[in-house]
């Protein structure tokens, strides 16, 4: 079985009698084969959009973990600036354009694309 010239695998037939197959049922055997490559793509695929999935959801699990640190953090510290520049980071995290400042000033504000907070 071939997927894109690549093998995926191999489908064996035999006999009890000794003759050759017909035209017809190597066709259908062929059709069967690439249908069967096809079916094994699509599972490697799913698999890895799944494998994928998890990654994304575990990293907005760590990136909302940090923003709540972060902001409780800026407002134990006394420092309302910096907790409110980070409720603008949760507020716009879903954004593609984000405004990235310093906890403390330091740094000029920069816009940032495709952002992940």
Known sequence: ?????????????????V??????QIEL???FA?????????VRLFDEIQDKSRQLQL?????SQFLARAHDGGRRDGDKRAGQRLGVHCATAGRRDTII??????DPPRRT???LL
């Open 1 to 17: 079985m071939l997927r894109e010239g690549i093998p995926t695998g191999v489908l064996t037939l035999t006999r009890s009698e």
């Open 19 to 24: 003759r050759p197959f017909t035209k017809k």
């Open 29 to 31: 055997v062929s059709t």
């Open 34 to 42: 690439d249908q069967a490559a096809i079916a094994i793509e699509n």
């Open 59 to 63: 990293a907005s699990e760590h990136k």
């Open 101 to 106: 400042e310093a906890a403390d000033g330091s």
């Open 113 to 115: 694309s495709n952002a």
